[in-house]
């Protein structure tokens, strides 16, 4: 079965900084690209972060380049890990923050910002900001 779980939100002032983290399991998501998407009140959900499954790509929204950085972790004990480190957080930012695996890639550079892409969704950690 596959899971994506996320962990790490909560209520932060502005300025601060919160590490967002997904375990996957169930498959092997080292072949898997991964990203970070969020949904804001009454707005779409948006593209955040992604990352190839070598690694070696990211992709950011821009109002986040700069702020965020996007990783994953090896496996252990069969679950792969996917952090956003979130810095110099902005009201704005805040939202729904939810993991999600894309999968088959054309190539393991392979990385999109397009949610309709990605089969596998968590079930999403609040991320508050106040100003």
């Known amino acids: 079965q596959v899971q994506l779980v996320e962990s790490g939100g909560g209520l932060v002032q502005a300025g601060g900084s919160l590490r967002l983290s997904c375990a996957a399991s169930?498959?092997?998501?080292?072949?898997?690209?991964m990203g970070w998407f969020r949904q804001a009140p009454g707005k779409e959900r948006e593209f955040v972060a992604a990352?190839?499954?070598?690694?070696?790509?990211?992709?950011?929204?821009d109002s986040v380049k700069g702020r965020f950085t996007i990783s994953r972790d090896s496996a252990r004990n069969t679950v792969y890990t996917v952090y956003l480190q979130m810095n110099n957080l902005k009201p704005e930012d805040t939202a729904v923050y939810y993991c999600?695996?894309?999968?088959?890639?054309?190539?393991?550079?392979?990385?999109?910002?397009?949610?309709?892409?990605?089969?596998?969704w968590g079930q999403g950690t609040q991320v508050t900001v106040s100003s």
């Open positions: 999600a695996a894309d999968w088959p890639l054309p190539r393991s550079s392979y990385v999109s910002n397009r949610a309709s892409e990605y089969d596998f």
């Open positions: 169930g498959r092997t998501f080292s072949s898997y690209a």
């Open positions: 990352i190839s499954s070598s690694g070696g790509n990211t992709l950011y929204k």
